[in-house]
């Protein structure tokens, strides 16, 4: 079954926090590289964090310090907590399920994701 459900959706001010969830069935998740990519309108994909293959997280240096990535393995839940946000975070973010999770740093998605949720930082 490919289930991947995002929530967290939001809007707030520079310097505000924002947490993202994904719930995502249970093959998928114990199968692939659970991770973050996010797309603002005119701007390609990029990846912002993700679960490696032996298990380590990896960030996009622009998440480093402010975005902190974790797993619920019980609940098969992925969830980003997001501080000092910035306009330049604003996007619709996507939770993916990957055999890759280097390359989804680099905005590419061998694998599957869902419907995005929206980040508005303004």
């Known amino acids: 079954e490919v289930q991947l459900v995002e929530s967290g959706e939001g809007s707030v001010q520079p310097g505000g926090s924002l947490r993202l969830s994904c719930a995502a069935s249970r093959y998928m998740y114990d199968n692939g590289c659970m991770g973050w990519f996010r797309q603002a309108p005119g701007q390609e994909r990029e990846g912002v964090a993700t679960?490696?293959?032996?298990?380590?997280?990896k960030y996009a240096e622009f998440a480093k310090g402010r975005f902190t990535l974790s797993k619920d393995d019980a609940k098969a839940t992925l969830s980003l907590q997001m501080h000092n946000l910035q306009p330049e975070d604003s996007g619709m973010y996507y939770c993916?399920?990957?055999?890759?999770?280097?390359?989804?740093?680099?905005?590419?998605?061998?694998?599957?994701y869902g419907q995005g949720t929206q980040v508005t930082v303004s």
């Open positions: 679960f490696d293959s032996d298990g380590s997280i």
């Open positions: 993916a399920a990957t055999s890759d999770g280097l390359a989804l740093l680099s905005g590419m998605i061998f694998g599957y």
